[in-house]
Nanobody
């Protein structure tokens, strides 16, 4: 059974940091693109960051560039999201996802991802 399990969410003050982790199991993810998405109340799910399994190419959404860093450990089947300089606009449920899309780019649409975690809440207070 394929599972993606997120952890590390919580409540943080504006300007603070959080590190999200995603543990994947049930299949080999080393060739997959791993991504983080988020969804705020009343809004659509949006891409945050992604990293390819082969080559390690990273891509971040403009809204988080310079603040968030995605990384992965293929040996452990984990992907992390280091979030710095958080602001209230970053408040959302954060989801880990895996995509089997081949190619050089990092997919940014939710429907390009095959596997999803249940999400972890991140709340940033002002």
């Amino acid at each position: 059974q394929v599972q993606l399990v997120e952890s590390g969410g919580g409540l943080v003050q504006a300007g603070g940091s959080l590190r999200l982790s995603c543990a994947a199991s049930g299949r080999t993810f080393s060739s997959d693109v791993m991504g983080w998405f988020r969804q705020a109340p009343g809004k659509e799910r949006e891409f945050v960051a992604g990293i390819r399994g082969v080559g390690g190419t990273r891509y971040n959404a403009d809204s988080v560039k310079g603040r968030f860093t995605i990384s992965r450990d293929n040996a452990k089947n984990t992907v992390d999201l280091q979030m710095n300089s958080l602001n209230p606009d970053d408040t959302a449920v954060y989801y880990c996802a895996a995509s089997t899309v081949w190619g050089l780019r990092v997919p940014v649409l939710p429907n390009e991802y095959n596997y999803w975690g249940q999400g972890t809440q991140v709340t940033v207070s002002s």
